[in-house]
Nanobody, 115 residues
Framework: QVQLVESGGGLVQPGGSLRLSCAPS????????MAWFRQTPGESREWVAL???????RYSEAVKGRFTISRDDGKNSLDLQMDNLKPEDTAVYYC?????????WGKGTQVTVSS
């Protein structure tokens, strides 16, 4: 079972930035896709950003133009750069990885955007 560990969450003011990282227990190059999701209490988990092994990236409309997903070869991590944060971005952010028929989730990191 692949382990995914998220880090980088915290409290930030509106308009600020945070960078999340997801460290897998195996090489990031083994995964077909890696993605970030987020969830608020009482709501379904929401897809945020996705990167295919080809390097192609996709973003939800809610974060397009403000968030950037990337794989860091040196750190063996999947990062999410979040700029111009808004209060509605407040959520627990989860890393997700897919390889063939198998998928794994991290335990999440809390992001709170508030003044």
């Amino acid at each position: 079972q692949v382990q995914l560990v998220e880090s980088g969450g915290g409290l930030v003011q509106p308009g600020g930035s945070l960078r999340l990282s997801c460290a897998p227990s195996e090489s990031i190059f083994l995964f077909d896709t890696m993605a970030w999701f987020r969830q608020t209490p009482g709501e379904s988990r929401e897809w945020v950003a996705l990167e295919y092994s080809s390097g192609s990236r996709r973003y939800s409309e809610a974060v397009k133009g403000r968030f950037t997903i990337s794989r860091d070869d040196g750190k063996n991590s999947l990062d999410l750069q979040m700029d111009n944060l808004k209060p509605e971005d407040t959520a627990v952010y989860y890393c997700h990885a897919v390889r063939g028929p198998n998928s794994s989730w991290g335990k999440g990191t809390q992001v709170t955007v508030s003044s």
